[in-house]
């Protein structure tokens, strides 16, 4: 993960018929309603709404304001921790917050924060920096954390799967149209991983995306 700019630059296109598009870029700061100018990482949703993990909370932006979501102890629904290092949007349009201690999903419409409580066999659950979310081909979503290494989430069956023999230390996933996910290490020597969706299996490779 790259480390976070100090303010969100993001661009309002504007379409010129001849010449192509030009843009104008405005510049958002604490003074204009961001929670922190510390930005970890963004998101557009499905209803075109902008999201940005900050360094104290999550704030969505509809395009003239922003609203921000904070830990809140007199809140249960609230989220468990301000420190947002990653995003996604599934499916059902449900938005899954990756913080410094773990991994929350957030319901839009009631705007409820749940924690993923989930274990694995060994009772290992996710405590660690979350800095990256995939979801594959196969419905499974993959967690890149940092300490941790990679779980691995079965929603139909509601089962957490951990593999940290290679690397603790995940910074991103990615999928190729052949299905295998790579991951990018953050441990020492900076080893990339390549992994088989279905066994889990794992090689080590040069490069993010060698081919087998």
């Known amino acids: 993960m790259k480390k976070a700019f100090c303010t969100i630059l993001f661009s309002l296109i504007s379409l010129h018929f001849i010449f192509g598009a030009s843009f104008q870029f405005v510049k958002y700061q604490v003074e204009n309603g961001l929670s922190h100018n ?117 929603e139909k069956n509601n089962t957490l799967r951990q593999n940290s023999a290679h690397t603790h230390f995940v910074a991103a996933l990615t999928q190729s149209p052949e299905g295998h996910v790579y991951a990018s290490s953050r441990h020492e020597g900076r080893k990339d991983l390549c992994f088989t969706t279905n066994r889990m299996v794992c090689r080590v490779i040069s490069s993010t995306f060698a081919r087998r």
């Not at 104290?56 to 509809?62: M, R, Y």
């Not at 809140?72 to 410094?100: A, I, Y």
């Not at 409580?117 to 979310?133: K, M, Q």
Request: charged content about 20%; proline content about 2%.
């Open 38 to 154: 510390t930005v970890w990482c963004s998101l557009q949703d499905q209803s075109d709404f902008m999201w940005f993990g900050t360094s104290d909370g999550l704030n969505c932006f509809d395009g003239k304001s922003f609203h921000t979501y904070r830990y809140d102890p007199q809140n249960k629904n609230s989220l468990g921790n301000n420190f947002v290092l990653s995003l996604f949007e599934d499916e059902r349009k449900r938005l899954w917050v990756g913080t410094q201690k773990g991994l929350y999903s957030f319901d839009k419409a009631t705007e409820k924060f749940t924690a993923f409580a989930y274990e694995t066999e060994d009772g290992v659950y996710i405590s660690s920096p979350v800095n990256n979310i995939l979801k594959t081909k196969n419905g499974n979503l993959w967690i890149a954390t940092q300490g941790q290494g990679i779980f691995i989430f079965n």
